[in-house]
């Protein structure tokens, strides 16, 4: 791997340990201001010292993150869609490498909609990324989305998307957790992170997700919703930071978040 790239590579998957706790807030790309994620800047400065990076566009990146932050940059680059338009596998690249040197971003990231109408688009939009990528020493995010259809998320389909994430050149893949992950990360020979999903019922599944996930073979974090939406955001990540740096158990990590929220951490 080229100097530059591994470089940038390191500052988001930590060195120490391999692994990495990431920030998405990037969700505003297709479904615009969603809930505590109306104020952008308001939501992401008191999570930024606790996380390794931070995912999002180059619009909230220029109008709502200090520029003096040392934070890793993970630039989303795909597009073009939203929640009410005709499909939402119909992504584009949004920018160009150019930007994302100009905005000294760690990494770029784009969407994959395997099995989607548009999948195709979405894959050689990802290939070209790759080569951008490689051009400039800039690694490339593939997450593996599903839209609207929560319910395909399943192992032999996240496996076969990692896969061939993996094979179209991805540094890392960012992914969800499921029953029989391990079947995703052994047929993914590049580093799987998970993405938290909607809301989960309580704080605890987070919790769990996060552990389970990296006893089965994840590497790390990119979580959005499950953390700001959460009714202690800070207090969330800090505890899943526990898990993914630390080891600790679902049960470590509720007992960090409810001293962390009496103050007491
Ligand atoms: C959709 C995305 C997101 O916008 C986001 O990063 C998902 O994070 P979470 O599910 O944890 O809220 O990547 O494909």
Redesign the pocket.
């Known amino acids: 791997m080229d100097w530059g790239l591994q470089n940038r590579l390191s500052r988001i998957i930590q060195p120490e340990d391999g692994r990495t706790v990431m920030l998405?807030?990037?969700?505003g790309?297709?479904?615009g201001p969603i809930s505590k994620l109306e104020r952008p800047r308001e939501t992401i400065a008191p999570l930024l010292p606790y996380t390794n990076a931070v995912?999002l566009t180059r619009g909230i990146l220029r109008t709502c993150i200090d520029p003096n932050t040392s934070v890793p940059i993970v630039l989303?680059v795909s597009g073009g869609n939203s929640i009410i338009g005709e499909d939402l596998s119909r992504e584009g690249i949004t920018t160009c490498v150019e930007e994302a040197i100009r905005l000294n971003v760690c990494a770029m990231?784009l969407?994959i909609y395997v099995g989607a109408k548009y999948e195709h688009q979405t894959l050689m939009n990802f290939a070209h990324l790759v080569d951008e990528g490689q051009r400039y020493g800039i690694p490339c995010l593939a997450?593996t989305?599903?839209g609207k259809e929560l319910e395909k998320r399943d192992a032999r389909f996240l496996a076969l998307a990692c896969r061939i994430a993996a094979e179209l050149g991805a540094h890392f893949v960012?992914t969800y957790y499921c029953d029989d992950f391990e079947k995703v990360v052994q047929g993914c020979p590049v580093p799987l992170v998970i993405?938290?999903?909607?809301r989960l019922e309580t704080i605890y599944d987070v919790f769990i997700l996060a552990h389970d996930a990296i006893a089965r073979g994840a590497i790390g974090?990119?979580?959005?919703?499950?953390?700001w939406q959460a009714e202690h955001p800070v207090a969330a990540i800090r505890a899943i930071r526990a898990v993914v740096h630390e080891g600790a158990t679902a049960e470590q990590a509720a007992k960090l978040f409810d001293d962390i929220k009496a103050g007491k951490a």
């Open positions: 998405a807030v990037d969700h790309y297709f479904l995912m989303r990231s969407s997450v989305a599903v960012k993405a938290g999903g909607p974090v990119d979580m959005g919703r499950n953390v």
